[in-house]
């Protein structure tokens, strides 16, 4: 079973992201902070990560630029899961190497067609 690692400060939409994610058979751990995200990444090497921008600490985008800067962490996938969804903002996280750019509200649907491409890589 892949694992996910969900980094989401708002309560709301972590619950909605991890129970679309359970119910398509994957199994999830989550992160509230950017602090937590790094203690869990290092300990469990999720399959993919899903990634809001506005976090406590460092941004999604920080985060994003140092995984994928480390040879360690640079090949899982991360995926951005947000409210700033403006075209520059898909750009730059695609500048920053993240895999995809999902709008909140997440739809399901895409949420778990964008993991399978990934997880299938």
Not at 8 to 31: C, F
Not at 41 to 63: A, C, M, N, R, Y
Not at 88 to 114: F, Q, R
Request: overall charge negative.
């Amino acid at each position: 079973m892949s694992t996910v690692l969900v980094v989401e400060d708002g309560l709301a939409d972590m619950e909605i992201i991890s129970s679309y994610l359970k119910q398509a058979g994957y199994s999830v751990i989550s992160a509230t902070s950017s602090e937590e995200a790094q203690d869990k990444i290092d300990i469990t090497k999720p399959d993919v990560i899903f990634l809001d921008v506005i976090l406590p600490g460092k941004s999604g985008f920080e985060i994003c630029r140092e995984l994928k800067n480390n040879p360690n962490t640079s090949k899982i996938p991360v995926v951005f899961c947000s409210t700033k969804h403006s075209d520059v903002d898909k750009i730059w996280g695609n500048m920053l190497g993240a895999e995809a750019y999902l709008s909140k509200p997440i739809n399901k649907e895409e949420l778990v067609v964008t993991l399978r491409r990934l997880i299938s890589k």
